[in-house]
């Protein structure tokens, strides 16, 4: 009996609880996968029932299963993003001008929001890698053009722009 109680917490078996599906398009879904959590305003109101690729390719779309009980914000879109560094992913409904800065694709006239993905850590650290080779190379440049002689011509540019204005 505990094994199964506890097996069914673990689920977050919805006893009573209806359920309603609701579906998402994503330009891609980073780690997602069936059984992630669904989160609205922090708190767990359900589960990704299905993740499949639309037919023409361009496109992925996601069915979430959320409590029928939980009303949705007035313009909803769903970000996906890391849960924990461990590696577990979520999606969370959002009201989509909480996030201007992400290009949630357009909800569309059935109803199916548009989501956006965030990176996760080790794209982050690729993008932070590629921005220190830039900052080495940009450095190697400055280090190149600003040698010891530029600064002596420099300092006597501007003796010369003092001489020519006290004149």
Do not use: C
């Amino acid at each position: 009996a505990v094994s199964i109680i506890g097996t069914l917490w673990l689920q977050d078996a919805t006893f009573g609880r209806g359920s309603r599906p609701v579906e998402a398009l994503f330009l891609e879904v980073g780690q997602l996968m069936n059984g992630n959590s669904v989160k609205f305003r922090g708190v767990t109101i359900g589960r990704v029932e299905r993740i499949s690729v639309e037919p023409s390719g361009g496109a992925v779309r996601v069915t979430l299963s959320i409590r029928e009980d939980v009303s949705l914000p007035e313009n909803p879109a769903v970000l996906l993003a890391p849960e924990s560094m461990f590696g577990d992913w979520q999606a969370e409904i959002v009201p989509r001008e909480a996030y201007p800065q992400f290009g949630f694709l357009a909800t569309s006239p059935d109803g199916t929001l548009g989501g956006y993905t965030l990176p996760d850590i080790s794209r982050l650290t690729a993008a932070a890698d590629q921005i220190s080779k830039n900052v080495g190379i940009i450095s190697a440049r400055v280090e190149e053009a600003f040698t010891e002689e530029t600064a002596h011509n420099i300092a006597l540019a501007i003796d010369n722009i003092q001489d020519v204005s006290e004149r």
